[in-house]
């Protein structure tokens, strides 16, 4: 714990002007990011006499090693990059919403030649339409189905529409007349679109005018003695109030706005948003959030702003938001508002009529949001604080592992030896921390060895960024740790636990890795598949958990979840050997050129028998690379033919060489849901 007067700065050395400021932990990690504007004033509440923080700040400045500002013009310019180092930085002393689950999106793709209607979650796309949140995927299908009957727009995949397009054929939708094919040439592009622009239109919230034109067609046909061509409009015309029966009006003026409402406790807060367009609430989100620092519900809804809106622009942003307190002060988050919406936007707390009703109504969504949270999360962290108790005294720990990483050796036969690293975090995963490595410091099979190598290349590099020297030991080099910025690094921060997937020979190996870095203030244990027994290093017996145990539970995800990381990479690394190709080979050719070279003659194996003038006549190429190509393909042993393995066929054509073929590759798929691999790979 750290005493704030030591890293107090001196006195007049803080600007009185407005700007964003950053504490640090001994670390280097930002822990919190607040803006003020007046920075000197801000900062010297920090530095009072802790008895007189409140709790949560108390922490904060006492976990803190360090704090610096950035001085900017104005506090519109301060609210920005509050937001970009919040974003950037993720300090765990500020206030991070959390949403419960990824709110679908019904989304029009405006940006494909012919646009789709579908079903989107998580970020949002340049060129595409959002309406939503819905509570439910299936109450977007509900309601596209009954809005295509009237707007048949494409709503096929580009695989479907491709196959379509080559067969000259619709799928079922064109043919029951909830598509307008534009895949065989039934309408034009134009056409087409202008058909996405109206379903738009009418998601949007301009619906009485598009109803009142279709009651006048079915009028004139009706007058005209074309009686099925007015059914069809009347049975529109159902179609398109049974869908707006689904969004009740709330707000008779037709507005379009924004409902933030907020129930808090000591420790914990819910936001609940409606999204109101055209009168009617066209979605609902909440997100909940630990109040880890003092803050007003002023400050929440300032902190909900800036989530809402920090990546919107145009019509994302509604012309009215109505809160149940104003930031304080108000006016640089509504000029940022305004700014991101490109027109004026009001902020404001609705004190009459329809609009303050409403807001009650989002506020008791929001309480029971809060209640729901706290019934489900007491459980939570019952468990998960007993989980890590029994740890603890199960290991002869000193205290609780907070931190825990675990590890894992994946291959094939030898092939692909690849390496996890999962953090777990008070008992949860924190996916942002995952790492993977390739063990290369020998060829083939020997999981204990390979432990080895892993073990010590992870706290090689925390001890590289602990002592600050800026390069590795034995001459390797440090990159992207990004210490100096507080970005979340790849090897900074140490476990109190360290967890490898085996028995008594990893976790010696384990073990010994960490002796000979000199590091002897992290526990070590392995956890065999066989028994479930915990393994400790230099102890003859495993300590056996009993089956109920919630701490043996929880060892068991550890583990499970690194046993998951680990073989995902292998078979994204192998499914990657079996589409290489040939011509990957030849220096200096890139992927344009590769692609050229495969269109032009159909496949590596017409390309192998080509000459080097026929070569020469693909575009990009010149003779030297063409030589150069020959001369590689000439080299490189042809690939044995592929095999149909259901009717013994050999398929002679298939070495192609194109980037997604795979000859006789499993092709696992990745599990839904898992992180993004390639973040933190370690090459």
Request: glycine content about 6%.
């Amino acid at each position: 714990m750290a005493d704030p007067s030591s890293y107090r700065p001196r006195p007049g050395e803080i600007p009185d002007s407005p700007g964003v400021y950053k504490f640090r932990d001994e670390h280097r990690r930002v822990i919190y990011v607040g803006k003020a504007k007046s920075l000197r004033q801000r900062l010297a509440n920090y530095f009072q006499d802790l008895a007189g923080l409140h709790p949560r700040t108390r922490t904060m400045v006492t976990t803190a090693a360090s704090v610096e500002w950035t001085v900017v013009s104005t506090e519109v310019e301060a609210l920005q990059l509050e937001y970009s180092w919040i974003k950037e930085y993720d300090p765990r002393f500020n206030v991070k919403y959390r949403d419960d689950k990824s709110y679908p999106y019904l989304a029009v793709t405006m940006n494909e030649e012919y646009p789709r209607v579908q079903v989107m979650r998580g970020h949002k796309k340049k060129g595409v339409r959002y309406f939503g949140p819905y509570g439910h995927a299936w109450a977007i299908r509900d309601t596209v189905d009954l809005l295509l009957r009237v707007f048949p727009v494409r709503t096929c995949s580009a695989g479907v529409f491709k196959n379509a397009a080559r067969t000259g054929r619709p799928c079922l939708l064109g043919y029951i007349g909830k598509c307008s094919a534009p895949c065989v040439g039934r309408v034009s592009e134009e056409e087409h679109r202008e058909l996405a622009e109206e379903f738009s239109d009418f998601m949007a919230g301009r619906t009485g005018t598009y109803i009142r034109r279709l009651e006048k067609r079915m009028t004139d046909a009706a007058e005209e003695m074309e009686y099925e061509r007015a059914a069809r409009l009347r049975d529109d015309i159902e179609a398109l109030k049974k869908a707006m029966e689904k969004s009740a009006v709330v707000l008779a003026d037709a507005t379009d706005a924004d409902l933030i409402a907020v129930a808090e406790d000591e420790l914990e807060a819910a936001v609940q948003i409606f999204h109101v367009r055209g009168g009617r609430v066209r979605g609902q989100r909440g997100w909940v959030t630990d109040k880890v620092e003092d803050v007003t519900t002023a400050a929440l809804v300032e902190h909900a702003l800036q989530q809402l809106y920090g990546e919107e622009t145009g019509d994302s942003v509604p012309k009215e938001v109505l809160v149940p307190a104003l930031p304080d002060p108000v006016e640089p988050v509504q000029e940022w508002l305004t700014d991101r919406r490109g027109a004026n936007v009001s902020l404001r707390i609705p004190q009459r009529g329809d609009k303050k009703s409403l807001m009650e109504t989002v506020a008791r969504n929001a309480q029971q949001s809060l209640i729901l949270h706290k019934t489900k999360r007491a459980s939570d962290l019952t468990t998960r604080s007993r989980a890590l108790e029994e740890i603890s005294e199960a290991l002869d720990l000193d205290s609780a592992p907070l931190r825990i990483e675990c590890y894992d050796i994946s291959h094939l036969q030898g092939d692909d030896v690849v390496a996890s690293m999962v953090v777990f975090e008070d008992g949860l995963s924190r996916k942002s921390e995952y790492r993977r490595f390739q063990i290369k410091g020998f060829e083939g099979q020997d999981d204990v060895r390979s432990m080895h190598e892993v073990i010590t290349r992870r706290f090689r590099r925390y001890l590289a960024e602990k002592e600050k020297t800026g390069e590795w030991v034995d001459g390797d080099e440090l990159r992207d740790l990004k210490d100096d910025e507080g970005r979340p690094k790849r090897f900074a921060y140490p476990p109190q636990l360290v967890v490898v997937d085996g028995g008594q020979p990893q976790v010696a190996a384990a073990k010994r890795a960490l002796d000979e870095l000199g590091i002897d203030d992290i526990a070590v244990c392995g956890l065999a598949k066989r028994l479930e027994e915990v393994w400790l290093p230099d102890d003859d017996d495993p300590v056996v958990l009993p089956r109920t145990s919630e701490g043996l539970y929880l060892l068991q995800r550890v583990r499970d979840e690194a046993h998951r990381f680990a073989i995902t990479y292998q078979r994204a690394k192998r499914a990657k050997r079996f589409r290489a190709s040939p011509l990957d080979d030849v220096p200096g050719l890139g992927e344009t050129r590769k692609q050229a070279l495969i269109k032009h003659f159909g496949s590596v194996k017409k390309l192998r028998s080509a000459t080097i003038d026929q070569i020469c006549e693909v575009p990009g190429i010149g003779r030297k690379t063409a030589e150069t190509i020959a001369v590689a393909l000439a080299q490189a042993a042809p690939a044995a033919p592929a095999v149909n393995t259901a009717t013994g066929e050999i398929m002679e054509d298939m070495e192609d060489g194109t980037p997604g073929t795979t000859v006789g590759a499993p092709g696992e798929p990745v599990p839904a849901g898992a992180p993004d691999e390639r973040r933190g790979q370690d090459t």
